[in-house]
């Protein structure tokens, strides 16, 4: 399919017909597509200037006043963020920043994580088949199994930094039970190790929460954003302390230094979207629009529906009936997509935006396809 354009939660190919969209570019477009207050965002910082300089020589304020509003809606002491222009660069950041801060090594990731495809986020991915044919990757990386709190013992004096997804991603939507985010920041805080929480994906309102962690009561040390901020622009951000953060300013100074993080353009278009998010109903939407999914899509070929908010997986019996609903459903109209390391499952991640009418329609066109392959 080639796309011609696309406005609100629809994307139209080249022959005028439309696709719903509930991927929402994975995740990456919060206010569906061609939301008018961010083209407006983009147009008016077109107007103005676009790349000039990004190691704090000149103020710009489209990056200020994104920052600033990222540290209001923060828990303290996450007040100090820097931008970077993808999410597995924010990654990388918050790894250095960690062995930067504690003076350690070793980081700790979780089974089946995803944190992005450069060689350090890479390193912590917790699935071997996918990064096997690029090692030696980066050394002292050891990995726990989400939810299992015996594996907590495994964070030691010698760790810098445990690195999780608040809901795993890529393994399938699974959400942390058992109060389990806050039992590893307490293993966390009594060996003096970092807590990371990579909100790539779960953050920007996708959950219900801004925040996937306000959910769980966690509050992390270093906390990763990207996708959903960008509002259809590439984007990623990690926040932490000041304290933390100006340690990257000396031994050596430039820590970590990006061309293009920052970029104004992006960051307007970023400001607009959390603006957005943060001064309506759509964050409170996402839990009340995951009720509509989870009333309509009751089916015997869908065994279970993980997840929270717009951010959901149906999980299939098979990964052959997933591949079929998904290729079946684009025939449809209607514009699903995988999972990275669970075939059984389908991924639902809407626009915020979408309506419940929209909602029902794409609903009723996945039991249509379930009923023609069951």
């Known amino acids: 399919m080639q796309i011609s354009h696309a406005e609100g939660s629809y994307i139209y190919d080249q022959n005028n017909k439309a696709y719903l969209d509930f991927v929402a570019g994975v995740s990456a477009c919060s206010l569906g597509h061609k939301h008018p207050k961010v083209v407006s965002a983009i147009k008016t910082q077109l107007d103005k200037y676009l790349h000039v300089m990004v190691y704090g020589e000149y103020i710009q304020e489209p990056a200020v006043e994104l920052t600033k509003l990222l540290a209001q809606h923060l ?14 660069e924010a990654i990388e950041g918050a790894l250095k920043l960690a062995k930067r801060f504690t003076g350690r090594s070793q980081i700790i990731s979780a089974k089946n994580a995803y944190h992005g495809n450069t060689m350090g986020s890479m390193s912590v991915m917790g699935f071997e088949k996918q990064k096997q ?8 990386v050891n990995f726990i199994e989400f939810n299992n709190e015996t594996d907590l013992q495994q964070i030691t004096t010698k760790t810098a930094a445990v690195i999780l997804e608040t809901i795993q991603g890529g393994a399938g939507f699974i959400v942390p039970e058992n109060d389990y985010l806050n039992k590893v920041r307490q293993r966390c805080k009594a060996v003096g190790a970092l807590l990371i929480l990579d909100e790539i994906q779960t953050g920007i309102g996708r959950t219900g929460k801004l925040f996937g962690f306000e959910h769980y009561n966690c509050v992390p040390d270093i906390v990763v954003t990207g996708k959903g901020l960008g509002g259809g622009l590439p984007i990623g951000a990690f926040t932490a302390s000041k304290e933390m953060m100006d340690c990257l300013m000396d031994n050596p100074k430039l820590g970590h230094i990006t061309t293009f993080g920052g970029n104004p353009v992006i960051a307007a278009a970023a400001l607009a979207t959390l603006k957005e998010i943060t001064t309506t109903i759509l964050i409170a939407g996402a839990l009340e629009k995951e009720i509509v999914i989870r009333t309509h899509l009751m089916h015997p070929l869908i065994t279970e529906i993980r997840g929270k908010g717009l951010m959901l997986a149906l999980i299939t019996p098979s990964a052959d009936i997933a591949n079929q609903v998904i290729l079946k459903c684009q025939d449809a109209g209607l514009i699903l997509f995988w999972l990275l390391f669970e075939p059984r499952a389908i991924r639902v991640t809407p626009p915020l935006t979408i309506t419940n009418n929209e909602l029902i329609e794409g609903c009723n066109i996945i039991i249509d396809v379930l009923d023609q392959i069951q």
């Not at 828990?75 to 597995?88: A, C, H, R, W």
């Not at 044919?133 to 002292?140: E, K």
Request: glycine content about 4%.
């Open 133 to 140: 044919a690029f090692r030696p990757l980066i050394p002292d």
């Open 75 to 88: 828990p303290e002491p996450l007040e100090s963020t820097y931008l970077t222009n993808s999410g597995t």
